[in-house]
């Protein structure tokens, strides 16, 4: 499947700010998945986005997929400790089978 | 319900060794995948199965690596005669069906070569 880029590839906040991940693509995509992995663990599916400009809301955390969708971001209200990990922007829809292609992932530290 | 399984969780071998790891998938979960996630890295597509249709191999490195799946459940990837750079974390996920969702990974294999 197509490759996506993420940024930034690090991001350190204080416990309370707001966190943005972004996630391109050259080409248009099928369809994205946001996957999570804390330290040490495995990814953990957050969610699937199919529909250009669609918004999905999860508690304190916003996805969105662009107009054209080439892209996608993940952002993070008020962000907490338990939020700490490595955030996945994944291109689900490069098969008939759902090959997960993934981009490198930015790791987010929350500082108590 | 248990999730997806997988064995060992560590595994230290010598350069040119071959190793055998192991996935059990959530039962009743006809779609595997294999995946490779080296230090700091998103993770690498190795290999997929679907029940008894043949696996898409694209992803295997190397003609070192294989793996297998019987019955349609348990799988084995094995990497033969390993290098250093084989050294990794192996993730294995399955799904209810290809192109669900969601795909659920286990804790994974980490494979160090020495």
């Known amino acids: 499947g197509q490759q996506v880029m993420q940024i930034p590839q690090y991001q350190h906040v204080q416990e309370g700010e707001d966190f943005t991940t972004y996630c391109n693509s050259s080409?248009?995509?099928?369809?994205i998945q946001w996957y999570k992995q804390r330290p040490g663990g495995h990814p953990v599916f957050l969610i699937q986005l199919v529909k250009s400009g669609e918004v999905k809301k999860q508690k304190r955390l916003t996805f969105q997929f662009g107009e054209a969708k080439k892209n996608s971001s993940l952002h993070i209200t008020a962000t907490q400790t338990t939020d700490v990990g490595t955030y996945f922007c994944?291109?689900?829809?490069?098969?008939?089978?759902?090959?997960?292609?993934f981009g490198q992932g930015t790791i987010l530290t929350v500082h108590p | 319900g248990a999730g997806v399984s997988q064995s060992p969780s560590n595994k230290v071998t010598e350069k040119g060794k071959d190793v055998e790891l192991r996935c059990d998938p959530i039962?009743?979960?006809?779609?595997l995948y294999w995946y490779r996630q080296s230090l700091g890295q998103g993770l690498e597509f190795l290999i997929y199965f679907q029940g008894n249709s043949a696996p898409d191999k694209s992803g295997l490195p190397s003609d070192r690596f294989s793996a297998e799946r019987t019955g349609g459940s348990v799988s084995t990837l094995t990497i033969q005669r390993t290098q250093q750079e084989d050294s990794a974390v192996y993730l294995c996920a399955s799904s209810p069906r290809p192109t669900y969702n969601e795909q659920f990974f286990g804790p994974g294999t980490r494979l160090t070569v020495l």
């Open positions: 994944v291109n689900a829809g490069g098969t008939s089978y759902g090959k997960l292609t």
């Open positions: 039962s009743g979960h006809t779609a």
């Open positions: 080409t248009t995509l099928s369809n």
